[in-house]
């Protein structure tokens, strides 16, 4: 625990309080995380930590924010493979390992979405269009042509590779890799399906 008497920059304590915060929405619900209790974590007083976020929700929304970036950083594509297939295979294999480390981290982003706070869903729908817009870039590559109807079928897709993920970490039945698996073919099949009836 880091003693109330360890001077910070404000940037430093600003920082350290938002990594408590996401350690913390990884082990229970973000709802429940108290300002007490993060002020206790990081050995500072209550008033402290309004001095650097407006209220708990401003410092629910900032963790969220960083959830998020932190999935988006996890699960970037990676530029020393040329095949596009893999590159989603090695994507969709960082996804479901951030699922596996943060359960409760991802489930509160994704679950964003349907939060009674504007700002936190904003978060939640920014997070998938990021997702989608990375894989609509390549969608040449696998003989798709970016279409609305293209669109929506990798928004679906999302939507699918979330739910699958949020019951497989309630009921892991498959393996890992049996899993990457399912969610990397239904991708191309999905969208060659949707541009064979679109045509």
Known sequence: ???SRTRMSPDARRRQLIDLGVAMAGEQPL????IESVAEAAGVSKGLIFHYFESKADFHL????????????RT???QDITDVLEVLRSSVAAYVDYVSDNGRGFIGVIRGATSADPEI???ADSTRAAMSERILKRAPELGIERSPAIELAVAGWIAFVEETLVRWLADPAVTREQLIAILVAALPLLAGLVGEAAG
């Open 31 to 34: 709802e429940s995380i108290t």
């Open 76 to 78: 970037m594509p990676r």
């Open 121 to 123: 869903r904003d978060v």
């Open 1 to 3: 625990m880091t003693s």
């Open 62 to 73: 900032q963790v969220v924010r960083e959830q998020a970036q932190i999935m988006l950083d």
